[in-house]
């Protein structure tokens, strides 16, 4: 059973950045899509940013684009959420999520999650 866990949450002042990781368990399928979803208080979870690994192709919402940048690295079978310019709307609890065989992201098409970890963003 592959397990993500996701590291790197914290309390970061507007402005300012955090690096999100996660690592996962074993990749042994022929192709995935990973990203990653938030979830604020009172409200639904919404998909952040999602990769493909069969091409690369990588997406951003629309709130996050120019501040957010996901990244991969195969050999420690990790993904990363690099955040910048951190708003107190980015504080959320943050998810990472595989879709096996897939290569979007979609809230209610991914096959595993994390347990998540939480960004906050206050002065």
């Known amino acids: 059973q592959l397990q993500l866990v996701e590291s790197g949450g914290g309390l970061v002042q507007p402005g300012g950045s955090l690096r999100l990781s996660c690592a996962a368990s074993?990749?042994?399928?022929?192709?995935?899509?990973i990203g990653w979803f938030r979830q604020a208080p009172e409200k639904e979870r919404e998909g952040v940013s999602c990769?493909?690994?069969?091409?690369?192709?990588?997406y951003l919402a629309d709130s996050v684009k120019g501040r957010f940048t996901i990244s991969r690295d195969n050999a420690k079978n990790t993904v990363y959420l690099q955040m910048n310019s951190l708003k107190p709307e980015d504080t959320a609890v943050y998810y990472c999520?595989?879709?096996?065989?897939?290569?979007?992201?979609?809230?209610?098409?991914?096959?595993?999650w994390g347990n998540g970890t939480l960004v906050t963003v206050s002065s």
């Open positions: 990769l493909s690994s069969s091409d690369g192709i990588t």
């Open positions: 999520a595989l879709a096996a065989y897939r290569r979007l992201c979609k809230t209610n098409g991914m096959d595993f």
């Open positions: 074993a990749l042994t399928f022929d192709y995935y899509a």
